[in-house]
């Protein structure tokens, strides 16, 4: 998709190649890169020491390696702070801990080159660690995460995970991991452009939630040099190379829109008034009061599997109580919607899923793992009364990945036992969309999870970069079961909520194609409430409903996007 | 060969910050230190100057560990780690 400027920019007299990837978090910046290193090769099973080099030559390297790595992370805890610096310190000692690097060297005396020496010594601490369970299972990662580096010195080569430098840089690679989010410095990292990955890969996430811009699917960007400098622009996906006079005005002028879409009043309302209340997907009472912070009029998503992300075993219902109280508290009167644990295909818990499925997203994940596991739905539901209990949050709860009518009015069951008035079920599977006047029957409200429902929709694994055309929720098909979605609750007679909490909700063009859709909330991280605040503000609803007509009939989810983007020039004006 | 006992008082117990710290005080001795647990056999005992060491052994709060130390100053430098370990770190 490597493009020759021109194409994606304008008359520029400047020359600099243009890379068009699919643009996934808004934002206009100019910036050099500093690319992501590989990750580091396992070296061979039973890889042996070189020809003529002395085993003890091959140990002192190891251990000058070693060392180098824990002087490394040792100068980075000192410019870190809080959580990242005690884990930057603890890891810093295991580089250099004595155990690790004598057990090494007992394999390099044996014969075995240094690399698989250490690969090796750190694989049997690393799984010591993990059969102890709880928070020493934890540190198993940085153990590996030390192996890495390690290698990577032995072999002269950059260390594995975000690259570490003293001025803000863009970063460039293949795709980011769930584990590179705890090491990006939103301080220090200005952009995300990958190569890979599509709208919902975790790059996206991590970019959307920490407000950077970001461009994915960009093929060809790793192929450029550290220090290149570049122009990102996350609404249209476009990374430019040399940037000219054209680029530097537009990034300039998102410096003063972001300051001017930094507010959200509190209340999300069209130009004529019309009410569409804006909530906040949140993980943990921390992103509960910096979404509180930002306006948010509720919890649209509360993803109580990320509470317990990690954990070898079923968390008991006080610590459960715990987490939950903490997000009632920093919404007190308003809505909170609870999802049930929604573990399994990319989100595994060890206590829960089976990670052998030979195809996970269509396995034993969400509402299903009751199934196999019964018994920590109704524990949970029992923590989530007992948490609701003395709070002012109006709490809901629904459950993930439900596929009929059936497992509707069985969840409404069980949280009818545990006590809890309003349960709802989300709409992931098409299944769900196609029946939703049944199971509306058995149960409050509904919750559109437009992540899943595009993959499943579409067939298209939501992580594989080649399929990030499909996977987007502009898709005509998607909207179509989103429109049968709403019908649905019409048929069902009794105005139920329709809402959506997937990512489509934080694209402030798609988000007026949804309320033009019939839905009645959004729900989104908190960082986009402002800018979808700003456009749904700019048209009315017989406006939006026509957007809406025109994305169902598009031909093309590019098409869909292109139509309802050029009726919104709001867009254009506030670079989104 | 001297011996000290401690109880951990870190509520953590002895992993996280207070390893580290215990840890890298062991690492400016120039002495080799054990560690074990109360109760478990002196050659079961473990490398105190090992991060990974100490997280394996699994001292929980209100645990009694003993450490065990040779040579000139071992008394000395034992009384100093018996001291951090008493101690709250995770408080300060």
Redesign the interface.
Known sequence: MQTLSGKASTDQAETGRTFAGVGVSPGRIIGSILLMPKPVREPAVGERLAEGTAPDDASAALRTAAKAVQTNLTARSAGASGAGR?VL??TA??AN????VKAAVKLITNGASAERAIWDAAAS?AE??HN?GG??AE?ATD?LDVRGRIVAELRGVPAPGIPYSDTPFILVGEDLAPADTATLDPAKVLALVTSSGGPQSHTAIIARALGLPAVVAAAGVDGLTDGTLVFVDGAAGTVRVDPGADEFALAKAWETTTAALAVFDGTGRLKDGHLVPLLSNVGGAKDAVKAAAAGAQGVGLLRTEFCFLERDTEPTIAEQVEAYRGVFDAFPGKKVVVRTLDAGADKPLPFLTDASEPNPALGVRGYRTDFTSPGVLERQLEAIAQAADGTEAQVWVMAPMISTAEEAKHFAGLCAAAGLTTPGVMVEVPSAALTAASILEHVNFVSLGTNDLTQYAMAADRQLGPLAALNTPWQPAVLQLIRLTVAGSRDEGHDKPVGVCGEAAADPALAVVLVGLGVSTLSMTARALSAVAAVLASVTLPEAQQLAALALTAHSATDARRLVREKLPILNTLGL | MSERTAVIASRVGLHARPAGIFVAAVGELPLEVTIALAGEPAEDAMDASSILSIMSLGASNGDTVVLRADGEGADEALDSLVKILETDLDAE
């Open positions: 005690e310190e603890a000692l295991m801990d004595p155990m690790l601490v010591m660690l102890l928070y020493m540190r153990v």
